[in-house]
């Protein structure tokens, strides 16, 4: 009985102790929110700590914000698209060392939504289909390394239906 009031204890003990813990504010960045926006025409460039490798590249449009992130090698590893009337709204194309696309995605407040297409390091398609909310919805496909479509699976509010 004594035993158990005294693991009671120390439970509550260290409860008290962890809730009292002062948790720092924490912000969350989900689109281009906190980015300089460039003119139209006008390009923003950051570079490596060398000054001569790029790592950023920031321009615009009348209708999109580009940002395209470079390796510390000069290659090209991920570009981003804004639309300008909201800023936590993206299109994510990922790159491997290659260069090859392997992912185009949408992004809505940081939650993958839309267009989903994610690729073979080779280039070629692995699969395609689309997102509510972190969903998959509709038809999605899937295709091998040399772009075949293996299978096909159909989808309703994130459960495979057929």
Known sequence: MKKKYVILLMI???TISFS???KEAVEVI?????EIIPKIGDTINEYYSDNQ???K???RN???FTVKEYNENGNIYKSTDFPLENLKFKTL?????SGNV?????????IVTGFFQKFHDNGNKKQVGNYDRMRKIGEWKYFDENGNLEKTERYENGKLVD
Do not use: H, M, P
Not at 93 to 97: G, I, P, Q
Not at 102 to 110: C, K, M, T, V
């Open 12 to 14: 509550l003990c260290s």
């Open 20 to 22: 009292q813990v002062k």
């Open 30 to 34: 989900v689109g281009a929110e906190k």
């Open 53 to 55: 490798t790029l790592k």
């Open 57 to 59: 590249k920031k321009f």
């Open 62 to 64: 009348e209708n999109t």
């Open 93 to 97: 194309t990922k790159y491997n060392s």
């Open 102 to 110: 392997i992912l185009i995605a949408n992004y809505d407040n940081g």
